[in-house]
């Protein structure tokens, strides 16, 4: 149980495109999804927390208004790049959880690649 | 601020030999502990966790070990094998409201056939 997918797995847009990242809950309802960034052979980055129905919360130095988070249902939350740069390009991976501080599970990643 | 973080970048170990991950944090604050293991391109996978009341709990095949005194985590696996290979991550969590994890640098892990 507890599985989480992503889709896609692999995206290359040109820069200044936007890119939509999903995140599903496919076998729990997911009360609280978080959104992280890792750069090659480095450690995971958390970006924002994201419950449904309210706003996320960003970490510090993770600009709003470029990474959009949208987490409209108890099975899905959505990223969107918005006018991605090459500077973005990365592996975003989220991460799932019930409630209370259960383990996170985590989806299998996408890699964006900005050229 | 907080950080969690290695001693070891990367480790190299004999196949059937025990693997032994460190980890020091620093917010004594935090009261769980998770080890999470990555394989190329994929997301982490969960190992094994623990929480701060206790100092080991053992899995299969791993053990972690916690000890508040010098804040520091370990990761053993016993009879390693190549399929163990992979980058190991700690992670720490404070018991507040938003359940956020911080992770450590990372271990590479290379099992030698």
């Known amino acids: 149980g507890a599985v989480v997918s992503q889709h896609p797995s692999w995206v290359i847009c040109k820069s200044g495109t936007s890119v939509k990242i999903e995140c599903r809950s496919l076998d729990f309802q997911a009360t609280t999804m978080f959104w992280y960034r890792q750069f090659p052979k480095q450690s995971l980055m958390l970006m924002a927390t994201?419950?449904?129905?309210?706003?996320?919360?960003?970490e510090q130095g993770v600009e709003k208004d470029k990474f959009l988070i949208n987490h409209a249902s108890l099975t899905l939350s959505t990223l969107t790049v918005t006018s991605a740069h090459p500077e973005d390009s990365s592996f975003y991976i989220c991460s799932a959880t019930a409630g209370g501080r259960e383990t996170q599970y985590f989806g299998p990643g996408t890699r964006l690649l900005v050229l | 601020g907080e950080s969690v973080g290695l001693h070891l970048p990367t480790l190299s170990v004999q196949e059937g030999d025990n693997s032994i991950i460190n980890c020091a944090y620093s917010n004594s604050a935090s009261d769980y502990f998770i080890w999470y293991k990555q394989e190329s391109g994929k997301g982490p996978q969960f190992i094994i966790d623990i929480r701060s009341n206790m100092d080991k709990r053992q899995g299969q095949r791993v053990t972690v070990l916690l000890n508040k005194t010098v804040k520091h985590l370990s990761l053993q696996i016993a009879a390693t094998q190549p399929g163990d290979s992979a980058v190991y991550f700690c992670?720490?969590?404070?018991?507040?409201?938003?359940?956020?994890?911080?992770f450590g640098s990372g271990t590479r892990l290379l099992v030698r056939p």
């Open positions: 994201s419950n449904e129905g309210s706003k996320a919360t960003y």
């Open positions: 992670a720490e969590n404070q018991e507040d409201s938003s359940y956020k994890l911080i």
